[in-house]
């Protein structure tokens, strides 16, 4: 087998390796969350490494594990092979987005069926894999400044224009038009503008990358 298999031996793509890697902690957790958290149930793709256009699925496995290391890292803890997660790690990141699940109005209106996935792709910023990662970056600073009051702090992102149309808020950050593209940049910026709605100062490393805007 290893002499078949080793010389035409392809690195497997996230998505896949996070649903069959047990042993890693981290994969577990994303794995419980994405079938756990009322907005993700049905709504993440586990096998495939992009979200196709007519798919009624939001995100990739991939996306939801690349967005909870940025939530618990930004909260100050590490989502990686080695890590030993604790509950209260759990339970931060399964009500974190099972709260913004409950706070964005376009997530509302899929859960209810008044709204297709593709649509919400296509024409806002926060259901697509960046708009994701930079919501758990900014919410894990959110959490890390108020512990006790972030659920009331996260309501504000209920009243933020996540149209990507909205080019006073949007442009240069994700782009209002075409795919967007992963790139920490992109995390960054969108995460910068979700920061001010909520009120928290940048790191040194989003106000450096703001300033070269």
């Known amino acids: 087998m290893f002499a ?5 031996a392809v690195a497997p793509p996230q998505s896949p390796g996070t649903v069959y890697n047990f ?6 957790l994303v794995l419980k969350l994405s079938l756990s958290v009322p907005m993700f149930q049905d709504r993440v793709e586990f096998e495939k490494v992009t979200v196709y256009k007519r798919s009624t699925k939001l995100f990739t496995l991939s996306e939801v594990y690349r967005a909870t290391r940025g939530l618990l890292e930004a909260y100050g803890r590490v989502l990686e092979d080695s890590s030993e997660l604790t509950t209260e790690d759990r339970q931060l990141a399964a009500a974190y987005w099972t709260y913004l699940g409950d706070v964005i109005p376009e997530w509302q209106l899929l859960r209810a069926g008044r709204v297709s996935a ?3 792709r296509a024409n ?3 259901s697509d894999g960046v708009g994701l990662q ?10 890390r400044k108020a512990p006790r ?9 209920g009243g933020v224009d996540w149209r990507r149309t909205n080019a006073s ?5 994700a782009p209002v038009s075409g795919k967007v593209r992963e790139v920490q940049r992109s995390v960054l910026l969108t995460a910068n503008v979700i920061k001010h709605s909520l009120g928290l100062p940048l790191s040194m490393d989003e106000a450096a990358v703001e300033a070269q805007r």
């Open 4 to 8: 078949d298999l080793n010389p035409h």
């Open 149 to 157: 009051a972030w659920t009331a702090r996260l309501r504000l992102l």
């Open 118 to 120: 593709a649509e919400l």
């Open 169 to 173: 808020l949007w442009a240069d950050r």
């Open 134 to 143: 930079a919501l758990g970056r900014a919410g894990g600073a959110l959490v």
């Open 124 to 126: 806002y910023v926060h």
């Open 23 to 28: 042993r890693d902690p981290g994969n577990d």
